[in-house]
């Protein structure tokens, strides 16, 4: 329950039974068991109703503090019927000389003319509601200045503004004898307003967001009695397009947008096939590699093998030439056995399976490659880091194949692999064995490809691999792979840097902590 119900001003019991009560809030009604109340949201301008009277045609006045309000029987009808209709009530206010005000006594009576009563604490009004004109010339309605962008300009049948105008301002106008300041205005603009915009008794109409095209302003007024010019005052402007808002340059950058489309795809479709064509083209150097390690170790361990039986065969009843051909093929098939095993191990060790070059290494001097009578060791320099995949693989690839040499071709009694990780990668493998031929350095060994396979892995990664052979020191094998090829971040992390730092004066100061 509202606190201000008991704030009751007058009751007026019509014709029919009806009983309506002015309140401080609005107007209560009662019928037939039947109660309504009357506010602002059913179109009153405002709820506090100091009297009521009703009029001749049933009708009712109610004396408010923003006017005199005169509501038609027909609308009273309405809202009996539906609670929530919005009236349209006519409207006295103090510019038609209505004084507004409240009494502490009944504020509102009729006399037997017809006339209508109000009194309050200072002021005694009268209406005499037959006598009351009803203006049903609708006012003209004029267009007065259009500003855009603060510059003004000249109404005219096709009015062009520049582009890109921002700030947009139509000033109009309806002249009206009767109360002018009762007129109202509604406007629309084509092209951008979806329903008409009631700006009451405002002149001006505001834009800050229209874009380029053509339009139309239609503004309509009312009197101060509701009657509409439906008519108005139209204005057809036009606001002309920026370079970049044509449609030209949208059919531009379609296009164009098209054409990156296709070449992005196109470039893709090529990086692709460069992908796909450089692992075919790896996985093909391996097999032609493998192939050609085959036949020049295994197969012609075979071959010769083969050899030996045949002579061992011929002639049969020689027991001890024949046991001396057995032991000699027992030593090639174990040479055999050998070499397919050291092809298989090449083909099937990879880097790829871990991304510890060094570990790989190890494992590779620490198989049945090396022989026992080679003393083997592999050494690590600075702190391994993160290498791209093909890189690390090509790598290990050549110094797997520098061991691999060492281990058949140069009986030497000691084996070195140092892999060292500095500003660029380095990998060198040297033997203290019987050396290599210069010819066979510098030209390579007729039908034999390891070190033509050697240099083509180091050029396909743009590393630079040196030899240097003698029969007194050896054979060293050196590979430098620059740092932006060969590791995935190029430049060190300060953690990295730290970690690298105390492990080297670890490593340097007898007695310290591991």
């Not at 490659?369 to 093909?390: F, K, N």
């Not at 070190?451 to 630079?464: H, N, P, S, T, Y």
Request: glycine share 8%.
């Amino acid at each position: 329950r509202r606190p201000d119900l008991t704030y009751i001003q007058q009751i007026v019991v019509g014709g029919d039974g009806t009983v309506l009560a002015a309140a401080t809030f609005g107007l209560i009604g009662w019928r037939s068991g039947t109660k309504r109340l009357l506010t602002v949201r059913n179109g009153l301008p405002c709820d506090r109703i100091t009297g009521l009277v009703e009029d001749g045609e049933r009708g009712i006045w109610l004396a408010t503090t923003c006017g005199l309000l005169g509501v038609a029987r027909e609308e009273l009808e309405r809202w009996w019927k539906n609670p929530d209709v919005q009236v349209h009530p006519k409207v006295l206010d103090v510019l038609d000389g209505w004084l507004p005000g409240g009494a502490p006594f009944q504020a509102a009576a009729r006399s037997p003319d017809g006339r209508l009563w109000f009194v309050n604490t200072g002021v005694l009004q009268m209406v005499d509601p037959e006598r009351l004109h009803r203006h049903s010339l609708p006012p003209p309605v004029h267009l007065e200045e259009v500003i855009a962008d603060r510059r003004s300009y000249t109404l005219s049948a096709d009015l062009r503004l520049p582009p890109l105008t921002r700030d947009l301002q139509i000033t109009y106008t309806a002249p009206s004898i009767a109360v002018p300041q009762k007129v109202r205005f509604r406007y629309k603009l084509d092209g951008h307003d979806s329903d008409w915009v009631d700006s009451g008794t405002r002149r001006q109409a505001f834009y800050s967001d229209l874009g380029p095209g053509d339009y139309r302003f239609r503004v309509i007024a009312s009197n101060k009695d509701g009657a509409w010019n439906e008519e108005g005052a139209a204005l057809h402007f036009n606001i002309a397009p920026a370079w970049y808002q044509t449609n030209m340059f949208r059919a531009l950058c379609a296009v164009s947008g098209a054409f990156i489309v296709w070449a992005l795809y196109r470039l893709r479709v090529r990086q692709i096939e460069a992908v796909v064509g450089a692992r075919f083209d790896e996985r093909l150097a391996e097999r032609t590699r493998l192939a050609r390690d085959l036949h020049d170790t295994l197969l012609q361990t075979i071959q010769g093998s083969k050899m030996v039986a045949d002579d061992a065969l011929d002639p049969a009843t020689d027991v001890e030439r024949m046991r001396g051909a057995l032991e000699q093929l027992s030593g090639w098939l174990a040479r055999a056995m050998q070499e397919g095993r050291a092809a298989l191990h090449s083909l099937r060790t990879s880097t790829v399976e871990g991304s510890d070059l060094f570990e790989a290494f190890k494992r590779a001097v620490e198989s049945e490659v090396v022989p026992a009578s080679m003393a083997a060791t592999c050494s690590v320099v600075g702190e391994p880091r993160e290498m791209h995949p093909i890189v690390r693989d090509e790598v290990y690839r050549i110094g797997y194949e520098a061991i691999l040499n060492a281990c058949l071709h140069s009986k030497a009694s000691r084996l070195s692999v140092e892999l060292e990780y500095a500003r660029d990668l380095a990998l060198r493998v040297t033997d203290d064995g019987v050396g290599i031929d210069a010819a066979v350095v510098n030209q390579g060994r007729p039908g034999h490809f390891g070190l033509q396979g050697m240099r083509e892995r180091a050029v396909r990664i743009e590393g630079k691999l040196t030899l240097t052979s003698s029969q007194s020191s050896g054979t060293a094998i050196a590979l430098v792979v620059p740092s932006g090829i060969a590791f995935q971040n190029t430049r060190p992390t300060p953690r990295s840097r730290a970690l690298a730092f105390l492990k080297r004066n670890l490593q340097k100061t007898p007695g310290s902590l591991p």
